[in-house]
């Protein structure tokens, strides 16, 4: 790539045109100098307005069920503690029932969310709980008409379909990293196991939402890597989240400072990388990148509000504040 000439806006021309970005053009977006920022977020936002215009979507995601997780994802709060021992700060509480659920979708949907994100730990809900979520699914449309999504951990064909059955349309399944780093990240399930969910619920025509965790010690080229995957298995949304250290877990002190710069050029990689699919802003976007989101909106078309699992977050009303200030319209 040459460093001389405005690549980013030629690069934005080829994707604009129809072209798809190829590997090296993406390395040079994450190995982009500080002083080609800017143009690179105007390139960036150049492709994001070409699809999305100046739209915004909200989400809103519940922790339906918390703890008890028995894999070992070195970044999270509920993961397995090498004892086995539950830490006191993460609140444990078994599956919400159908009418928190639907309490949850009516409070999504009247603050204007576009969606409403039903997320458990653990690798996989025990069967009796899988179907027990999906009864409850009913009351939950019922009392809403908002979009779902699920977030329940690894589905096969038979799950899907039955996912798909119950009025859900979306589900959610992240990547988190390229295959290579996987598994210093996790080493009780590997990111091939990953991908068999999405391939089960592509299969389902399920929409699928797939996203990754930057500053978690991946290399820029990992971070090509996943964005490639991504667009390899055509997912339709994009959730970024930026790592925040949570203390006594295995990552905590070991990762390379998250920086505004690094963030945002992630961000413009995965714009760019995926021009027509959804963008999300998710957890971590208050903590790096502050007073710049606004930035971060020429590249993302979405962002989660109102908190995240085990991480707080900047509440539904003043998101759309920001939104708005910076020129954006929420819809
Ligand atoms: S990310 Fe999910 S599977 Fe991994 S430890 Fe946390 S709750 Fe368990």
């Not at 999504?149 to 349309?169: K, P, T």
């Not at 978690?216 to 996943?226: K, Q």
């Amino acid at each position: 790539m040459d460093q001389t000439t405005d690549w980013p806006s030629s690069l934005a021309r080829r994707l604009l045109a129809g072209a798809a970005a190829s590997r090296n053009e993406l390395l040079a977006v994450v190995d982009a100098p500080r002083r080609q920022l800017g143009a690179l977020l105007a390139a960036t936002r150049r492709v994001r307005e070409a699809h999305f215009g100046r739209d915004v979507r909200l989400q809103v995601l519940v922790n339906a069920r918390s703890g008890q997780c028995g894999q070992d994802c070195g970044y999270c709060a509920q993961r397995k503690t090498e004892r086995g021992v539950e830490r006191p700060d993460v609140v444990r509480y078994p599956l919400l029932d159908a009418a928190a659920l639907a309490r949850g979708a009516v409070t999504a949907r009247e603050l204007g969310a576009d969606r409403y994100c039903i997320v458990t730990s653990g690798r996989q809900l025990p069967r009796r709980a899988f179907e027990r979520l999906l009864d409850s699914l009913q009351h939950v449309r019922e009392a809403s008409d908002i979009p779902l999504c699920l977030s329940i951990g690894e589905l096969d064909d038979e799950r899907a379909s039955a996912v798909r059955q119950s009025g859900a349309r979306w589900i959610n399944h992240n990547l988190n990293t390229s295959a290579r780093y996987y598994p210093s990240l996790c080493s009780t399930h590997t990111q091939a196991d990953r991908v068999a969910t999405l391939r089960a619920a592509g299969r389902q025509r399920l929409s699928r939402c797939s996203g990754v965790i930057i500053g978690v010690g991946e290399t820029n080229a990992d971070l090509v890597d996943v964005a490639l995957s991504l667009r390899e298995l055509d997912v339709d949304a994009i959730p970024v989240n930026f790592y925040c250290s949570i203390p006594h877990t295995p990552l905590a002190g070991r990762t390379p400072r998250l920086t505004l710069e690094r963030c945002l050029k992630a961000l413009c990689l995965f714009r760019l990388a995926n021009p027509t699919k959804q963008i999300r802003l998710s957890a971590g976007r208050e903590r790096h990148l502050g007073d710049a989101q606004p930035l971060a909106l020429g590249a993302v078309d979405s962002l989660f509000a109102g908190g995240y699992l085990s991480v707080g977050g900047e509440n539904y009303e003043s998101t759309c504040r920001m939104v708005r200030a910076a020129g954006y319209r929420v819809v």
